[in-house]
């Protein structure tokens, strides 16, 4: 593998494990404070950021070694709305900036797992955006988010509530393989 995509696969990889880490306290968080489905949106995603995690693991299978990996981060454990805050930033990140570079280099670079990975998290970060927006939008208005059940794809982490979906509109799995959270 060409050395840019294998760094830029540690990189998100660092990224994701820890969006994994950071959901589950976040999770814990919100239920603390009475937000159950807020709780169980970021344990859903936090599922997603995993297999994220685990796509760019794959893609590094031929590099092994260990390696210094740095990736961008928030820390902290704030207010459920601050937390959310955080969670739209992270992913608004990256949506606009670190994915669509790693990916231009993948694909300069003829890197076809690491961009097909690639894409599959841009797809699934805009569905967590989205999600963690209208959830922030019910908590500064005093109530929980309204979605009782969230439903992730484990082949690229595309996460839904409410509609249907016989098979993942990014990746094509069958909706059988679906995870679900409530
Ligand atoms: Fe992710
Ligand atoms: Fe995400
Ligand atoms: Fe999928």
Redo the contacts with the bound molecule.
């Keep these: 593998m060409n050395e840019m995509t294998a760094q830029n696969l540690r990189s998100a990889y660092g990224g994701e494990s820890q969006a994994h880490m950071r959901y589950k306290s976040w999770a814990n968080k919100a239920e603390q404070e009475g937000f159950k489905n807020v709780a169980n949106l970021f344990r859903a995603v936090s599922y997603a950021e995993e297999v994220h995690a685990t796509n760019h693991f794959r893609a590094l299978k031929d590099e092994a070694g260990d390696f210094q990996v740095t990736a961008g981060a928030g820390f902290g454990l704030g207010s459920t709305s601050e937390n959310l805050q955080g969670a739209i930033d992270g992913e608004n990140f990256e949506i606009e900036q670190m994915y669509p570079a790693y990916l231009a280099v993948a694909e300069l670079q003829e890197e076809k797992q690491a961009k097909l990975f690639m894409k599959y998290a841009i797809e699934a970060e805009k569905t967590h955006s989205e999600l963690f927006t209208t959830a922030k939008e019910a908590v500064d208005a005093g109530n929980d988010f309204e979605v009782e059940e969230v439903h992730v ?1 484990p ?2 982490g ?1 996460t839904f509530g409410n509609e249907e979906h016989e098979a ?1 509109p ?2 094509g ?1 069958k909706r059988e393989k679906f995870i679900s959270f409530k």
Excluded: G, N
Aim: net charge neutral; hydrophobic share 40%.
């Design positions: 794809c082949v690229c595309y993942c990014v990746c799995v």
